[in-house]
């Protein structure tokens, strides 16, 4: 009965490998927060060719992948939305009128079911 259990604690463990993003450099990409240094703003081509793939990623996932967002919000249905900020935003010193921003739309069971580059 252990072995059962092992096997099926560490098959549940197993989960697909992230994303690979390059050319983004990922450290860079969650050290600017709310794109104030406007590292972001230089890698958004690179991210526009890859939203697919953080399509039907965890929370967990992207918060791994990309770092905690610069805001989120709690919608009816226990959707979830992640916003990161793509251009230098409100909270910036230098922000713009207009900033583009990373959305992901989670669904109820916490998977990314929409990605999109909007414009404020």
């Known amino acids: 009965m252990k072995k059962w259990l092992w ?3 560490v098959l549940l463990s197993c989960g697909k490998p992230l994303p690979d993003l390059a050319p983004i450099n990922l450290d860079q990409w969650k050290a600017d927060k709310n794109g104030c240094r406007r590292v972001r703003e230089q890698n958004v081509s690179f991210l526009i060719d890859q939203l697919d793939k953080l399509k039907g990623l965890s929370e967990k996932d992207i918060i791994e992948l990309l770092g905690r967002p610069d805001r989120n919000e709690l919608y009816k249905r226990n959707q979830k939305f992640y916003y990161y900020d793509v251009d230098p935003g409100k909270a910036c010193a230098d922000s713009l009128v207009e900033n583009q921003q990373l959305v992901l739309r989670f669904n ?3 998977l990314a079911k929409e990605v ?5």
């Open 116 to 120: 999109t580059i909007e414009k404020l």
């Open 108 to 110: 109820a069971m916490g």
């Open 7 to 9: 096997l099926s604690v």
